[in-house]
T-cell receptor
């Protein structure tokens, strides 16, 4: 079974600054995906960024980037130029790779991020 | 395209009552999930359907929870009887199991259940 751990229950950052959210995971799988999801008060999970485990290059999506350390089983999210709209819960999640069917996500406990004006 | 639809958005019941939640996935998505998210925690998978068959229900408390997806489209999740610890947000998600996209889940806005 996979486990995902987010050690920072809450974080805050000043608008326009950079913040890094931490995530570690445990798995015996060699092929998998890692994700960061954002959950605003509307409750809908919004995909922020994803990383395929077989890719060494860190994923980047505009102001969002990850630091993926496969050997250390670490997957941190960096948000640059933080905006007020980034205020939300952030969840790290793991998914096994399976080409034949949809797969389940295993989520961490979440980090509440507050961006201060 | 239309997203994953869930209803109701909120539900308040007393313990020992019954409740049902409804989910309509994105058209064409064969895989459907129900997640339970207790306040302050990450979502936990309750059940996964592939069309109208169950793929994984290992974490579904089967003495009180049931779910069905009779025609492989809509799904309902039922709790009978409800307990205080069932208070949570129930999220539905769907995906299309193709090689290119099967890792991307689309989530609904969830149903927030309060059991008093």
């Amino acid at each position: 079974a996979q486990t995902v751990t987010q050690s920072q229950p809450e974080m805050s950052v000043q608008e326009a600054e950079t913040v890094t959210l931490s995530c570690t995971y445990d798995t015996s799988e060699s092929n998998y995906y890692l994700f960061w999801y954002k959950q605003p008060p509307s409750r809908q999970m919004i995909l922020v960024i994803r990383q395929e485990a077989y890719k060494q290059q860190n994923a980047t999506e505009n102001r969002f980037s990850v630091n993926f350390q496969k050997a250390a089983k670490s997957f941190s999210l960096k948000i640059s130029d933080s905006q007020l709209g980034d205020t939300a819960m952030y969840f790290c999640a793991f998914m096994k790779h399976n080409v034949n069917a949809g797969n389940m996500l295993t989520f961490g406990g979440g980090t509440r991020l507050m961006v201060k004006p | 395209e239309a997203g994953v639809a869930q209803s109701p958005r909120y539900k308040i019941i007393e313990k020992r009552q019954s409740v049902a939640f409804w989910c309509n996935p994105i058209s064409g998505h064969a895989t459907l999930y129900w997640y339970q998210q207790i306040l302050g925690q990450g979502p936990k998978l309750l059940i996964q359907f592939q069309n109208n068959g169950v793929v994984d229900d290992s974490q579904l408390p089967k003495d009180r929870f049931s779910a069905e997806r009779l025609k492989g489209v809509d799904s309902t999740l039922k709790i009978q009887p409800a307990k205080l610890e069932d208070s949570a947000v129930y999220l539905c998600a769907s995906t299309s199991p193709t090689v290119a996209t099967n890792e991307k889940l689309f989530f609904g806005s969830g149903t927030q259940l309060s059991v008093l």
